[in-house]
């Protein structure tokens, strides 16, 4: 489903990711932990090439592209087959809920006005923003732009979403209704990747979590695996003040 081969990522002379090799499978849930600066989210973003990797190999449903090489089809095919949904939401300040999730649907997917709007309704209401839908970013609380962000990924159905740290930049008190979102999205087979801090809630959902630190995989395996039974002394090191902080 999704393959990355020998990943690196230099910033000039600065090496941000070092070779990583990761392989997901279809309806995989899979968490990306570390700590800050490890390299989690220029990961996340070299997927789909809103960082455009140095080197290596990015394959995702079969399309596989050589990142040294890649034209700008292949670049599109690359986008259009994963959803982000970013810290920042980045919803347009000027449409509403509504045309927020409809513009993707009539920009990319070439959908007509109407068929684009029924998608969208039947999108918002999943996410519990049926009663929201003339409203502006502005009149929103953190909690509902995520989720708009959140529907508006899924409205592309891509074949992989793309979480970074979707909670980072909301208030305490709102965080719970993101992740309970996040959570009925992956009921529903979704591949996803999902950078976070919650480390409760990458246990709970993930089928696989990775544990990186200065542009490596330190360790990696089911969420059982790396909290309760963690190899390498880092990922104990890390995992076990994570949790008590959370």
Known sequence: MIKLENIHKYYDSHHVLKGINISVNKGEVVSILGPSGSGKSTLLRCINFLEKPTSGIVEIGGNRVDVESASK???????????????????????????????????????????????????????????????????LSGGQQQRVGIARALALNPEVLLFDEPTSSLDPELVDEVLATIRSVADTGKTMFIVTHELNFAREISDRVIFMEDGVIIEEGTADQLFNDAKMERTKQFLGKATRNN
Do not use: C, W
Not at 75 to 89: E, H
Not at 100 to 125: C, F, P, R, Y
């Open 73 to 139: 089809s292949d670049v599109f095919a690359l986008r259009t087959s994963t959803g982000m949904v970013f810290q920042q939401y980045n919803l347009f300040k000027n449409l509403t809920v509504l045309q927020n999730v409809m513009i993707g649907l009539t920009s990319v997917k070439q959908l007509k006005k109407d068929e684009a709007k029924k998608k969208s309704l039947e999108i918002l209401e999943k996410v519990g923003l049926s009663n929201k839908l003339s409203h502006y970013p502005v009149q």
